[in-house]
């Protein structure tokens, strides 16, 4: 006898038993299966047994390389014998029962599911078909179909679908054929034409059928019928069927049976099957209204917080939650109109883009001003029809708008540049030369000899001189009352124009263009509205202790220290830099560290030691009825009085001015007056007047609590459940400025106008529950995220809620352990003037207010999001302040700056110009700071002339603080006496514009200046008009290219709002090209590699900063960036984007810790020290004369390697954690996503990829 053609992986025995009958079994296959009946029979059994009783069997088998699958598959075909083909089957079963996918896929690559729908068809043509035969073959194909990704499309060409649909109808009391087919059609389903085709043949009304009350019977049946149904309601079409028929109602009662008997939770199964079935159904507006009507909020509401106390029931609860989200009525935010509540007119209105389309949509003959406080008709933020479309799939959240497209999601990022000739770098000679030359008045040390100055004398006028103005003149303007600081009060907040004919003092030249010139520009300037009238301040007289014998300024005559004299402080003589270099191992945020010599801790002790009087705002009566918004109080509040109200009253105020070198109260008055607001704001916020000292206690991110956002989710939906107990009392409203104010010893009372505050509306909905309303950025509809406001009237032991309602990011870094920010007044009349991280219970979710797709830019369904927080307050009638981050307004600038001319020493070369005015009036300062000469001498004067030049500028985007912040630092640092400060300023000129957009950073905005534009996307082509900071800016560096002077370095000081750490981006060809498509030869890819330079230095000298997190990647959407143009069309090879994070840092010494105003000085300091690094490995002959330098700063940089991060990889880490529980962003899908949502915690925002991948640059929108 011949032994069997079986073929054999290496090491099974040939002569196995299986091996011998499947050869047998493969000679007779054929027409010999007719004919020898009885021997396939007695061959396939004993197959069948060897599988069934052992386990090598199987495996010789499935083994590679053996054929034993197609003799059996074979045999199944030729099969006409019903008993052969039943043991085939059951051998197919038992073997792909074990082994998962891979034996499945094996037999799905032989063809074997075309045999069993072939079989199929055959074995129900007979009459009747065999019942076990039909079992069997459903069994297999539900094992098959998931495996098989053509499984759906072989049905219903073989026509398998109307066969399983006829055996459910014909066996609904035949359980064990019944299962099966509903397996099998569960498979089918989710193939969406099939699942169509399935809802018109009646197979959605034929599982209603199946579906059933609570029973501990067939529960196996229940759960697979209600996957099937799942799946068929995926298609809208069967969704909409199931509403007509009524079936919603069904399913919520049924829902509710199996909550209420199901009491040992043992089929939540089957209860999460039936929330998938409603949150299909729920994804067309007709089975929203359908669940809505049939009173399924409240069914879930109850259902879900029963569930709330057992963990093992989450995936129920976040379904119901979701379902909930989705079926919340969308409402309109509480406002008028979403535009700004302040009004500017333009000069001239842009040609296209959103602020035209704002200004279209106004009726004709009226403007825009007389309709501010109305709906604008197709702007505003109603719901329209086009939100939910029944006819396409529902929405899923479109996120591209406002920073909040997440591109390093993508496998493929369509947006990195692929067009070599814009990659290249090259001069745009767009202007003449004549009329650059206006500019060589900001480059005076380009050309200065210094004849006739005496270099070793104190400071000279002419080096001196400065066009930059504290403040305005007020002698001009009519005197009004001011506040200083906030009080309860403020008048009208549309102050009346100036009279006709009535002078309106400016300063400093024609809007939008810089002050005159010796000679008049050659370009035109183009005449616009006259520049809003400073504020006048001369009726607050601040007093102090008579022991302060501090210089107090006036409009009229400016006094300072003298020149050599320092301001009294605990750290006079040291400056930052020198602290970096001393003590860099020293943890700056010890708790038991003391504050610049101070005995401040966290719970008490005062860093300030001496004080001063000041008339107490809080106690100033008569004048809080002209405060608009129903803000503060009539008779004020008790905030450090203590006894009767009395006029004149003093308050008793540490003395800040003695601890912050950089900070004087009344020198902050002064700058006030020369700040133009849009609103005419006539108060200061006590944390402004006070300054802010930074804790020297740690501050870690917020550990998230454990369902958090769900309690909050549902808590809003309690609102809608039980509408009698919500207050929704309007407590501020800038638009009504006769908004009662409320004294009830209960309420809080809010107040917003100030400089850089913004809050727009509070409603109570609560006893102790608040929503907030942020102000749009003026000519504009949206960007809202910065908040700046006060609060007062609170009570100790009370547990307040604040939820920002208006929100418009996908994500935000409050749910990552970032916080909000409060400060004190009592905390800062004790001695701790500072802003601390506050709140719990912090959370961000999408909520249930929405704009029209008009409003929204063209997105459908577009909804806002909450960021809530709880928080306590520690003393009562107490006056709190909360903001996003760190606020540092224009003022506070304007006083940092004339502070650091007092500080100057004759060794430093500081000229502040005043580049130009905004569209409000207010000066742009720019600054040069450098080192004098060491002499006259020709050689020492041409060193002067021709150090390279670095161009830093900062805060364009007003929202982003930090970068104020981080300025700061650096400006600080190079007005520093120590050697490391003296070899920067020898080593380099610097081209400094602190503030960008001295407008949008007065008025509160977020994004835009008031032009309502991002001025970070103006760089290609600014308006002299429009965006006058940005083209007298980049106007700058074109008149530095065409005199052969372009910078070595420019960087733009930012901030970021959804990622950690400090790190930056750059611009490269070759990494552009690396993460793209596009063939480059040799020669395009030809790139020095020096912009990398920059960015490692910090990474090993800067705690906070971050190599991983840099790119270098240039996209499309970033072309008008300033990084970008002045790469491409300056030719500055290293222009940077640096973004400081708002939130904290995830490595090195910083990391948990969330970010604060030292560490941000500290970066802008380490950010000196880099340059210092760096212009030693580009020039090393250049600092020959400063081995101190090189000493210092190599020990520098081996201390810091001890404490910096060793991984200095180009690969990223993950940048968020995943959360314990989900965090649901798109309460609009409905594709399979969303299941996936609720059963698996949410990844976080941030998906780490390799380092040059992606340039997620100022929040995706620098």
């Known amino acids: 006898m011949n032994k069997p053609k079986m073929t054999t992986e290496k090491g099974v025995p040939s002569n196995s038993r299986l091996l011998m ?18 021997i396939a029979r007695q061959l396939t059994a004993k197959i069948l047994h060897l599988i069934q009783t052992q386990e090598k069997t199987r495996k010789e088998v499935m083994a590679k390389g053996s054929s034993g699958m197609e003799v059996i598959l074979a045999s199944l075909e030729n099969s006409r014998d019903l008993q052969t083909t039943l043991n085939i089957l059951c051998i197919l079963s038992e073997l792909l029962t074990v082994g998962g996918g891979r034996r499945v896929g094996g037999f799905v690559s032989k063809g074997g599911t075309a045999i069993l729908f072939k079989l199929l068809i055959t074995a129900s043509k007979e009459s009747p078909p065999s019942e076990e035969l039909m079992q069997q073959l459903h069994s297999l194909l539900a094992k098959v179909g998931p495996k098989d990704r053509k499984f759906g499309v072989k049905a219903r060409l073989n026509g398998a679908l109307n066969i399983s649909v006829n055996l459910v109808k014909q066996n609904l009391q035949n359980t064990k054929l019944l299962l099966p087919c509903l397996q099998v059609l569960r498979v089918y389903s989710s193939n969406s034409v099939n699942a169509i085709s399935l809802g ?68 939540m199964l089957i209860r999460k099957g039936l929330l998938v079935c409603l949150r299909n159904i729920t994804n067309i507006k007709v089975g929203r209204k359908a669940f809505f009507d049939a009173d399924g909020m409240r069914v879930l509401y109850n259902t879900s917080t029963e569930c709330l106390p057992v963990r093992t029931l989450d995936p129920l609860v976040n379904t119901s939650s979701l379902i909930m989200r989705k079926c919340f009525p969308k409402n309109r935010l509480p406002l008028p109109t979403i535009k700004s509540a302040f009004h500017y007119q333009l000069p001239h209105v842009p040609a296209g883009g959103p602020v035209a389309q704002l200004y279209s949509q106004l009726p004709e003959g ?5 309709l501010h406080n109305k709906p604008l008709k197709k702007v505003d933020d109603v719901v329209d029809e086009s939100d939910d479309n029944d006819d396409t799939e529902a929405d899923t959240e479109n996120d591209m708008e406002n920073e909040e497209d997440e591109k390093d999601h993508r496998s493929a990022n369509d947006d990195i540049e692929t067009d070599l000739n814009k990659l290249c770098p090259r001069e745009f000679q767009s202007r003449p030369f004549e009329e650059l030359q206006v500019y060589e008045r ?26 930059w103005s504290l403040s305005s003149s007020s002698a001009s303007n009519p005197a009004r009352p001011i506040i200083v600081p906030t009080a309860q009060a403020l008048p009208p907040r549309h102050a009346p124009a100036p009279p006709a004919g009535e002078e309106v003092h400016v300063t400093k030249g024609q809007q939008g263009g810089f002050p005159p010139p010796a000679s008049p520009p050659t370009f035109p300037t183009p005449s616009v509205p006259a520049p809003l009238p400073p504020l006048e301040l001369d009726t607050i007289h601040v007093i102090k202790d008579k022991k302060d014998k501090a210089l107090t300024p006036s409009p009229d005559a400016h006094a300072y220290p003298p020149p050599q004299t320092r301001l009294p402080s605990a750290t006079a003589g040291l400056g930052l830099e020198q602290e970096l270099v001393r003590v860099l191992e020293r943890v700056a945020l010890e708790a038991d560290a003391p504050l610049n010599g101070g005995r401040a801790s966290e719970s008490g002790g005062s860093p300030v030691n001496s004080v001063r009087h000041i008339p107490s705002p809080l106690l100033v009566g008569g004048i809080a009825s002209r405060r608009v918004g129903g803000a503060g109080s009539a008779g004020g509040s008790e905030c450090g009085s203590e006894g009767p109200e009395e006029d004149g ?22 700058m006030v007056k020369g700040t133009r607001s849009v609103p005419q704001y006539a108060e200061v916020a006590y944390p402004d007047y006070f300054g802010h000292v930074a804790p020297t206690f740690r501050e870690p991110l917020l550990e998230r609590v454990y369902g958090v956002q769900r309690s909050k989710i549902f808590q809003d939906i309690e609102r809608l459940i039980h509408p009698n107990d919500i207050l929704d009392k309007i407590v501020y409203d800038l638009d009504n400025p006769s908004c009662p104010v409320i004294e009830d010893g209960v309420t809080l009372k809010f107040n917003s106008q100030f400089e850089s505050g913004n809050l727009r509306k509070v409603v109570q909905v609560r006893k102790h529950e608040y929503d907030l309303v942020l102000n749009s950025d003026i000519n504009s509809n949206h960007y809202h995220q910065w908040f700046y406001f006060e609060v007062s009237g609170m009570c100790v032991g009370t547990t307040y809620r604040f939820n920002i309602i208006n929100c418009e990011k996908s994500n935000s870094q409050f749910n990552y352990g970032m916080q909000a920010l409060m400060y004190s007044v009592q905390e800062a009349i004790h001695g701790r003037p500072r802003w601390v991280r506050t709140g719990m219970d912090i959370c961000y979710y999408k909520n249930h207010f929405s704009r029209s797709s008009i409003a929204a830019g063209g997105q459908k369904g577009k909804s806002y999001y909450t960021m809530t927080f709880s928080t306590n307050f520690t003393h009562k009638d107490d006056v709190c302040y909360f903001a996003y981050h760190y606020p540092y307004t224009y003022s506070t600038l304007k006083m940092h700056l004339a502070k650091l001319e007092a500080l100057r020493t004759p060794q430093i070369y500081l000229r502040q110009d005043v580049l130009c005015e905004t569209l409000a009036g207010n000066s742009c300062p720019l600054l040069t700071i450098t080192a004098m000469p060491e002499t006259t001498s020709n050689d ?111 960087c733009d000081y930012h901030g970021h709002s959804r990622k950690k750490n400090v790190f930056m981006y750059g611009c490269s060809v ?45 996209e499309r959407s970033k072309e008008s960036t300033a990084r970008v143009v002045v790469w491409r069309e300056i030719g500055v090879q290293r222009s940077y984007t640096m973004e400081s994070t708002l939130c904290g840092c995830d490595q090195g010494k910083y990391k948990g810790l969330q970010i604060g105003t030292r560490e941000l000085e500290e970066m802008g300091a380490h950010f000196c020290l880099g340059l210092l690094r760096l212009k030693r490995l580009t020039s090393p002959l250049g600092l020959r004369n400063h081995q101190h330098f090189l000493d210092v700063e190599s020990d520098l940089m081996e201390t810091r390697c001890k404490v910096a991060s060793s991984c200095t990889t180009y690969v990223m880490e993950e940048d968020e954690p995943s959360f314990q529980e989900e965090v649901d962003y798109s309460a609009e899908s ?33």
């Open 21 to 38: 009958l499947l050869g047998q079994l493969e000679r007779i296959s054929g027409e010999a299966m007719v004919t020898d009946v009885e």
């Open 200 to 267: 018109k043949n009646g197979v959605v009304d034929l599982m209603f059928k199946i579906i059933a009350p609570y029973s501990k019977k067939n529960t196996s049946l229940l759960k697979v019928t209600l996957d099937t149904l799942g799946a068929l309601l995926k298609s809208k079409t069967n969704s909409r069927r199931t509403v007509d028929r009524n079936h919603v109602p069904a399913l919520l009662a049924v829902y509710q049976d199996w909550h209420r008997n199901d009491t040992r939770q043992r089929h």
């Open 366 to 370: 009226r403007t825009p001003h007389q």
């Open 442 to 467: 900001f480059f005076l040390e380009l050309s200065e000899d210094f004849q006739g100055y005496n270099l070793d004398c104190a400071k000279t006028a002419s080096t001196t001189s400065s066009s």
């Open 649 to 670: 009253a003093l308050l008793e105020v540490p003395d800040t001015a003695l601890l912050l070198p950089l900070h004087d109260p009344d020198l902050y008055v002064e």
């Open 940 to 1050: 020492h004067i041409c060193q002067f002339r021709n150090r390279p030049l670095v161009f830093l500028s900062s805060r364009v985007h007003p929202g982003e603080t930090n970068a104020s912040w981080v300025m700061k630092g650096t400006l600080e640092f190079l007005m520093g006496t120590s050697p490391l400060a003296h070899s920067l300023r020898e080593a380099f000129i610097f081209k400094i514009v602190p503030m960008l957009n001295p407008d949008g950073v007065i008025n509160g905005n977020h994004r835009c200046s008031l032009s309502g534009e991002d001025l970070n996307r103006q760089w290609q082509s600014p308006s002299v008009e429009l965006h006058p900071t940005i083209y007298h800016t980049k106007s700058l560096l074109q008149y530095l290219t065409h005199v052969q002077r372009t910078p070595l370095v420019f």
């Open 1070 to 1114: 070759k990494e552009t090209v690396w993460q793209s498509n596009i063939n480059a030869s040799s020669c395009d890819l030809n790139e020095d590699l020096g912009y990398r330079t920059l960015p490692k230095i910090l990474s090993q000298m800067a705690p906070a900063f971050s190599m991983a997190s840099c790119s270098f990647v240039v």
């Open 1230 to 1262: 409905n594709d399979e996503e969303a299941e996936a949502e609720h059963d698996a915690p949410n990844e976080p925002e941030d998906i780490p990829v390799q380092e040059p991948l992606t340039d997620l640059e100022g929040n995706h929108r620098k």
